[in-house]
């Protein structure tokens, strides 16, 4: 027991700079990517989108924190209207304009995973979890009991019978 404890405190930091030393490799090579883009004539507000995502790619648990944002927030009426605000706002630019968009953006949010592998893991298995729970939760609510259709048939014999 006592070399497992010291192998997981000598390994852990290990790991973690690891982690830390590849992330910020790769957030030298977006940085360089994004310099280029900002110099691009491209919308302003997306500019701004991508500056924000490009330092918040730096929080290791930031996949967590979206992931909870999704999940406990997803049926306020404050969060669906900026979801489709931002849907719409994105709609109005051309294929090229989102297509160089959503290059970046991937380029940045993959710093993030090559940061914390096994948090963005553990989210996208939490997350599946739970839209698996959701899709059995409203199928089983459709499936009838027993008794149901007996009752069901009866109305229907009943109803026809005059």
Not at 37 to 50: A, C, F, G, N, V
Not at 77 to 86: L, R, T, V
């Amino acid at each position: 027991m006592m070399i497992f404890m010291i192998a997981v405190l000598i390994l852990t930091p290990i790991y973690i700079y690891w982690r830390m030393r590849v992330a910020s490799n790769e957030r030298v090579k977006v940085a360089s990517s994004l310099d280029a883009y900002l110099q691009e004539d491209q919308p302003e507000d997306i500019k701004r989108i991508l500056v924000s995502a490009y330092h918040d790619s730096r929080d290791p648990f930031i996949s967590v924190k979206i992931a909870y944002s999704f999940i406990s927030k997803r049926n306020e009426p404050s969060f669906i209207e900026s979801q489709k605000g931002i849907k719409h706002h994105l709609d109005s630019y051309s294929e090229e304009q989102k297509k160089a968009f959503n290059r970046q953006f991937a380029m940045i949010m993959l710093v993030n995973v090559k940061m914390a592998p096994i948090t963005n893991f553990l989210v996208a298995l939490v997350i599946a979890i739970v839209a698996f729970a959701r899709i059995l939760r409203s199928r089983l609510d459709r499936i009838p009991t027993y008794e149901e259709p007996k009752r069901d048939l009866a109305a229907y014999y009943y109803a026809n019978e005059a």
